[in-house]
């Protein structure tokens, strides 16, 4: 069973493909070492995530070691919930789980607490794929309040399911 979690971000989905890399490098090449950068190499990424899917990780390392740099714990917990996503499909769940936790500490800081539900949430994907559904049930619980705060229908109804 291939479970997959895509939560929005902000007002715009988490995986947006068919941008054009030329003008994304474009974009990227003259953008400063700032926010708008990392969210470049995030978009970047994700144009490459089906078909170059070692490109997208180079991509998402980039936004979070940008971040990392910058002191930008929101950047890097949206280049985790990317990078994620490509490691699950590659079936190394080990390392989307440790960057998963990692995204669930750094969510915990007060200004990123819209970001917890969806670590909690990606966190539990994990374990699940992982046959560990204890913890995976205990982080999709803990989310659980926060999703229903947002009402957001389409994560709880996945949620739910699982």
């Known amino acids: 069973m291939l479970l997959t979690a895509v939560f929005p971000l902000g007002s715009e989905a988490q995986l ?18 700032d ?33 990392e740099r910058m002191g930008y714990p929101g950047g890097i917990v949206h280049a985790i919930f990317n990078y994620t996503a490509v490691l699950n499909v590659q079936g190394d769940f ?7 936790l990692e995204a669930v500490r750094l969510s915990k800081e007060p ?13 539990g994907v994990v374990y699940q794929y992982l046959n ?22 389409q994560a709880l109804s996945f949620v739910y399911g699982n």
């Open 94 to 100: 080990q390392k989307s789980l440790s960057l998963n």
């Open 16 to 33: 947006r493909v068919g941008l054009n890399t030329d003008s994304l490098k474009g974009v990227l090449a003259a953008a400063p070492s």
């Open 35 to 67: 926010t708008l950068r990392v969210d470049t190499y995030i978009l970047l990424g994700q144009q490459y995530e089906n078909n170059q899917p070692d490109s997208a990780l180079y991509y998402y390392q980039a936004a979070k070691s940008l971040s």
């Open 111 to 123: 200004h990123l607490t819209s970001l917890l539900a969806k670590a909690l949430v990606n966190t």
């Open 132 to 153: 560990r559904y204890e913890p995976a049930v205990d982080n999709y619980l803990k989310a659980l309040p926060s999703l229903e705060v947002e009402k957001s229908t």
